[in-house]
């Protein structure tokens, strides 16, 4: 089974996700289903934050939606999604979920590869034929360096989810002071920027790697590890 434990070792107690996740239901039927965003991105962080929440934090009855935030990515080739992770590249692994290379040609010069979202769809369908499951693309709401996050936190309001979903990336540089860019600091502003600010449960999600667990933090729950 599963065991939940903080960064430094001691025992917490389980997320509340609203409706005893896990794939178990409980005694009483809601009255109308639960909608569970997850942030899609084309990358292993996305990709992290989608098993992890079709494993713990879905149940049979619940609607899904992946949201996309169509940022325009900045051309001093510091930012953005690296050409190993698009959805449409042979190592990706969103493209692995379905088995194969992905679908957007041998080019690679689209920043939006037009399959990772509904190669996350099919993901989702195949855990959970019976669920709604959406995707769609947005364009940022505000500009800056938020508008990514407010972005999605206007949806999620919108929309009336109950649970959002995001994938963390890891701290690249030393003690999160600078990055190679010099415009963000290493730890991830839109995680943190969601998970404050959410009316809903925020959960983002690192996974540990391949058979480690995950790293999850809320904004009750902080480094809270779930042991594969």
Known sequence: MHAA???GGCSMALIDLGRGGGGGGSGTAPAKPRLVMIVADPGRESTAAMEWALSHAIVEGDDIMLLHVNMPYPHNGAAGPSRSSSGGSTGSPIAALLGGGGGSG?????????D???AMRAACRARYP???VHGERVEP???GREAKAQTILAESQRRGVEVLVIGQRRVSSFLGLRSPSGSSRGHDTTAEFLIEHSKCLCVSVQKKGQNA???????THKNFWLLA
Do not use: C, I, M, Q
């Open 5 to 7: 434990t903080s960064a």
């Open 106 to 114: 041998a080019g690679g010069a689209d920043p939006h590869p037009v």
């Open 141 to 143: 709401a505000t500009e």
């Open 130 to 132: 019976r669920a709604r």
């Open 116 to 118: 990772f979202v509904e």
């Open 213 to 219: 667990g995950y790293l999850l933090n809320t904004k």
